[in-house]
C-alpha cells in the first residue's frame, strides 16, 4: 500500500539487480569461500594478476592535481580545454580535415559515456518515441531510453548472409526499421557501439560502416522533414585496430561527393572510464557535428542546461587531468604507450580464446576489439549456471553470454573455453 501510494509507476517497475553486477557478486562469494574462481563478470580492465589495470601516466597527474582542480566545479558544459580534447578523441586527425570543409563540432562534458547516452536521449527525441538500436547491446541502454520517456526497437546485429561489402552489418534489417521509425516518427536516432562493441567484441570493417552512413543519409534525404541523429558510441574506440574509423569513414563519403541534408546530425559518445582508467571520475563527453555553426552552439546551450537540470556538472577533476596529459607531448606519447601495453593484454586474450574455442568447436561470435567476447544463445542462463560447476563466471544476457576478456588472465582462458564446451554439453 505504502509502496502504491508514495513511489510513482515508473519508479515502480525497477526491480532487482543489475544482472552484470548480481554475477560479479556470485564471483566474489565464490572466492570468499576459498575456491580457484574466474572472473568473466566484470566490465573492468584488469591486469594478469587481478588488480585493477591503471595508466599510471594519467593516475600521476590526478595525484599532482592542485588544490582547486580537485575541489571546485567544472563549467556547467565543461572546462574549455576538456572540450576540446573531446573532439580529437572523438575524431582524431580527421577533426582539422572536417573543419576545413566547413563543418562545425561542439562537445558537452558528461559523466561518463553514460551521461553523453542521457543527453542524447533527453534531446533528439520526442516523448513516446523509439531509438533504433542492434537487437544485441549494453543492457543499460534500455534504462537510459525508458528514464527518458522513450521506447526501442531493434534490427539484428549480424546479417543472416554476408555480401560484398557487408560482412557485419544488416544493411535490410537496419533500413527496414529506420523507414518504419520515419513513418510514424517526427524524429529518428540509431545508437551504433563500435568499434569494439560491449557485449561482443565486433567491429564494423570499413565497408559495413559505409554502407550504414550512406542508408542512414539516404533516409535523411527521402524523409526531408524527419530528424535523423546517429549516435556512435564509442567507449571502448581506442582499444581497437581503428579507433577512428567512423570519422575516417564520414571524411571520405563527404570527399566521394556524400550528400548532408541539413536535417542529418552525427554524434559520439565518448567515454574516459575505460581509455583513462578513471572508471570512477565518471568523465566523458557528447560531440556533435554539423555543417551549420548556429545549430551546434544550440546543441551546445542545450545539453548544457540539461546537464545543470540533472547531475550539474562533470567531475572538473577527471577533466583537468586528461587535459594534463594530453597537454604534454611528452605524457601524451607515455599514455599511448601504456595504453597500447593495456591493449596488449586483450589482444593476447581474445587471440588465446579464439583459438581455444575453435579447437573445441565452440561457436563463439565474430570478435575483434575491446573488452568483450559472447556467445550466442537461446538458453545463456542455463549456460552461464553449467559455467559455475567449473568455477568460471560469465554473464548471460539476452541472446547470449558476455564473456568479459578484459577480465580474464591469459592463463585462465583454457578454462573459461573449456567451461563453454562443458556447459553445450
Not at 73 to 93: M, R, T, V
Not at 123 to 137: A, I, K, S, T
Request: charged share 20%; proline share 4%.
Amino acid at each position: 500500500m505504502a509502496e502504491r501510494l508514495l513511489i510513482n509507476k515508473s519508479g515502480s517497475v525497477k526491480k532487482g539487480s543489475d544482472t552484470i553486477f548480481a554475477w560479479w557478486a556470485r564471483y566474489q562469494e565464490a572466492v570468499s569461500q576459498g575456491r580457484n574462481a574466474v572472473n568473466g563478470t566484470i566490465g573492468a580492465l584488469l591486469e594478469d594478476d587481478g588488480n585493477l589495470a591503471i595508466n599510471k601516466i594519467v593516475d600521476s597527474e590526478i595525484r599532482k592535481a592542485p588544490e582547486n582542480d580537485i575541489a571546485s566545479y567544472a563549467p556547467l558544459s565543461g572546462l574549455p580545454d576538456f572540450l576540446d580534447l573531446a573532439k580529437s578523441l572523438a575524431l582524431g586527425e580527421i577533426r582539422d580535415e572536417l573543419l576545413d570543409l566547413g563543418f562545425s563540432i561542439g562537445a558537452t562534458a558528461s559523466p561518463g559515456g553514460s551521461g553523453a547516452l542521457y543527453l542524447a536521449a533527453n534531446n533528439f527525441l520526442e516523448p513516446g518515441q523509439d531509438v533504433l538500436l542492434r537487437d544485441r547491446h549494453w543492457k543499460p541502454y534500455s534504462g537510459f531510453i525508458q528514464n527518458n520517456g522513450l521506447g526501442f526497437v531493434t534490427w539484428p546485429l549480424l546479417p543472416q548472409n554476408k555480401s560484398e561489402g557487408l560482412e557485419y552489418f544488416d544493411k535490410a534489417g537496419f533500413e527496414l526499421m529506420l523507414q518504419q521509425l520515419c513513418n510514424n516518427q517526427s524524429k529518428v536516432m540509431t545508437w551504433i557501439n563500435d568499434p569494439a562493441h560491449n557485449p561482443t567484441g565486433l567491429s564494423m570493417t570499413s565497408g559495413d560502416r559505409y554502407q550504414c552512413l550512406n542508408s542512414f543519409v539516404e533516409s535523411a534525404v527521402n524523409n526531408a522533414d524527419v530528424g535523423h541523429t546517429l549516435l556512435i558510441d564509442s567507449a571502448y574506440s581506442l582499444y581497437a585496430d581503428e579507433p577512428f574509423g567512423w570519422a575516417e569513414t564520414i571524411l571520405e563519403s563527404l570527399k566521394s561527393g556524400l550528400f548532408w541534408p541539413e536535417n542529418l546530425l552525427i554524434c559520439f559518445a565518448i567515454s574516459l572510464s575505460k581509455s583513462h582508467t578513471i572508471y570512477g571520475l565518471r568523465t566523458g563527453a557528447l560531440v556533435s557535428l554539423h555543417p551549420d555553426e548556429d545549430l551546434i552552439e544550440r546543441i551546445n546551450s542545450v545539453m548544457g542546461v540539461t546537464a545543470r537540470q540533472t547531475w550539474s556538472a562533470t567531475s572538473r577533476l577527471g577533466q583537468y587531468s586528461a587535459c594534463a596529459v594530453h597537454n604534454s607531448e611528452d605524457l601524451g606519447k607515455k599514455w599511448s604507450k601504456e595504453r597500447d601495453r593495456l591493449s596488449g593484454l586483450l589482444y593476447s586474450r581474445r587471440k588465446k580464446f579464439i583459438s581455444e574455442c575453435k579447437s573445441l568447436g565452440i561457436p563463439v561470435n565474430p570478435t575483434m576489439d575491446g573488452f568483450f567476447a559472447w556467445l550466442e544463445h537461446d538458453e545463456p542462463e542455463k549456460i552461464a549456471e553449467k559455467c559455475t560447476d567449473k568455477d568460471v563466471y560469465l554473464v548471460p544476457l539476452q541472446g547470449g553470454i558476455r564473456i568479459g576478456l578484459c577480465a580474464i588472465p591469459e592463463e585462465q582462458i583454457s578454462r573459461v573455453a573449456e567451461a563453454l564446451a562443458y556447459a553445450l554439453g
